[in-house]
């Protein structure tokens, strides 16, 4: 068939990939280049954060989980497997994005020593070898991905169906906050987070802090710079870092890793995270008053990176009927 797939972030991206490799026609449009995309500012920590269903997140992202660990052999994609630790602050930590994980470690408060700064709130962690990836080169790799498939690239700004390519036969709606306008969609809301990165001092190992009772914590070091964040205010849209918001995430970075105290900032940056109650995948040709086969696949909230590919495969199959 012929596919074309609006919306080229990192979802985009990999569904045209998946559905070239499949042997369809693929077209992808675009209002903004992945570089401009939200995709470009995550941390990319494979963690399945702010997405639901909990069932299907999972599966997707387990999918995703292998593919990036056989990427990470290719220095061009811009993926590593790192070691790293999730903090507990309760003592029943909720671990269901971890049931399916092999290789991992339970650890007592105690024997987080040399992993943070000294707190007794800290009840323990979960050490785990994960994916974490540099988005500009790994949005890249993806970009050269479709090229070598022959998948066509075109910018334009489309504010219903009716503007779609009228010669596809097939149309995904990767659309993320678009849908919201696009497709008339209530549920979906912005999930405003802002980062701050660091030059790396020697760090390897990611942090992540989501039982923080201020607000969470992540700190996940990558090549030549260390990713420090976060923040998930529901609703709010402004792209403008705001500085009294970084102070508080750097005070929070700091006072579990000491070693980023002179750290200086490289950049900062924004992203609005495309909420939604549950991820949207699924058939919708009754959107298309043409009949053409439309599959959505949007609100992936802060987990957009863990369940691309996951995603990808399964509109593909939806593609295949």
Known sequence: MRVCVV???VIGLSCAIRAAEAGHSVHIVSAQPAAQSVSAVAAALWFPYRASPQERVLAWSMTSLRVFRALADDPESGVAL???TELHRREKPDLWWAEQLTDLTLLGGGEL???IAPNPEVLGGLRARLPILVMSRYLGWLEQRCADLGVAVSAATLDSLTGVDPTADAVVLAIGLGAG???GDSEVTPIRG????LGNPGLTDWLLDEDDPTQFCYVIPRFDDVVCGGTAEVGQSSLEPDMATEAAILARARRLVPDLADAPIVSRAVGLRPGR?????ERCDDLDRTGRLVVACYGHGGAGVTMSWGCADEVVGLLAG
Do not use: F, N
Request: aromatic share 4%.
């Open 194 to 197: 802002q980062v701050v990165r």
């Open 113 to 115: 020593s040399g992993v």
């Open 82 to 84: 790192r070691y790293g």
């Open 7 to 9: 919306g080229a972030g």
């Open 181 to 183: 306008d696009m497709l």
């Open 277 to 281: 109650r549950e991820v949207r995948l």
